[in-house]
């Protein structure tokens, strides 16, 4: 089973054409290396609240999305409101992922304390907010990706709850 995955890059510059997106092609090749994950919609908006919730709302809602990885708009720019975005269409809480991208990311650089990217459970939808940064997305997402199936597959009723670690 292929997982039907989002990808949604956040950014004014992107959005305008004066920036080339590199943070959402390097989501792409990660998810295309892993196999597991069937790309349903790629696109690049706006650092704009309410149309970042209605994409992934729709991505959620209406496209069938299991996982939606968004890149950008974690920051303390006023701009940056894809944390505000995400937790305005949760349905419940997944702060472990976000918590876990962090730490790992301390181990890098003492800045990452300046994420402010969340990840939440839309109904039977993942959503997890990635970096802006085309290295820091390789390095969280390469961290995250192992524990995903896992975590959807619960969240979907595929798989059982497990107590054990994961090997």
């Known amino acids: 089973m292929k997982w039907k995955t989002a990808i949604i890059t956040v950014s004014d510059s992107g959005f305008q054409g004066t920036r080339e997106d ?88 003492p800045r990452a304390m300046l994420s402010r990217g969340a990840s939440v459970i839309r109904n039977e939808t993942l959503i997890v907010n990635l970096p802006g940064s085309p290295k820091a997305v390789k390095e969280c997402l390469e961290f995250i990706l192992p524990s995903l199936p896992h975590g959807l597959g619960i969240l979907k009723g595929l798989d059982g709850e497990c107590g054990g670690t994961a090997s």
């Open 22 to 109: 590199k943070s959402g092609p390097m989501i792409r090749r990660l998810l295309e290396e892993a196999g597991e994950y069937e790309i349903i919609r790629e696109e690049l908006v706006p650092d704009d609240q309410e149309k970042l919730e209605e994409v992934l709302c729709t991505c959620a809602d209406t496209e069938g999305a299991d996982l939606i990885l968004t890149t950008g708009g974690t920051g303390f720019s006023k701009r940056d409101r894809t944390p505000e975005a995400t937790m305005n269409t949760a349905t419940r809480n997944a702060p472990g992922i976000a918590e876990a991208m962090r730490a790992l990311s301390l181990r890098v650089t």
